[in-house]
């Protein structure tokens, strides 16, 4: 069974750091690329960033790009997104995302709350 468990979400203030992982398992890691996406009720699901398989092709939504690092460690199963100068527009349940054999995964997700 695919599992896509995030976590590291949290609230904080404007121009602030958070850096979310996701724990990936019942597939093979190493060999998917895979996404962060993020959810809010007024502007729905948005992408944020991909990662290839090997971790040397990145890409980024223009909302994010300079301020979002997204990265992965095969060895331990775990994508990342790294966070800074975020903005109250950054607001968002943020969920990492794989197509795996064709289906479309999504974890549940992780709050991020960016307000002073």
Known sequence: EVQLVESG???VQPGGSL?????????????????WVRQTPGKGL???SRINMYGDSVYYADS???RFTISRDNAKNTLYLQMNS???????????????RGMNYRGQGTQVTVSS
């Open 9 to 11: 979400g949290g609230l």
């Open 19 to 35: 850096r979310l992982s996701c724990a990936a398992s019942g597939f093979t890691f190493s060999i998917y690329d895979m996404s």
């Open 46 to 48: 948005e992408w944020v």
């Open 64 to 66: 994010v790009k300079g």
């Open 86 to 100: 975020l903005k109250p527009d950054d607001t968002a349940m943020y969920r990492c995302a794989a197509v795996v």
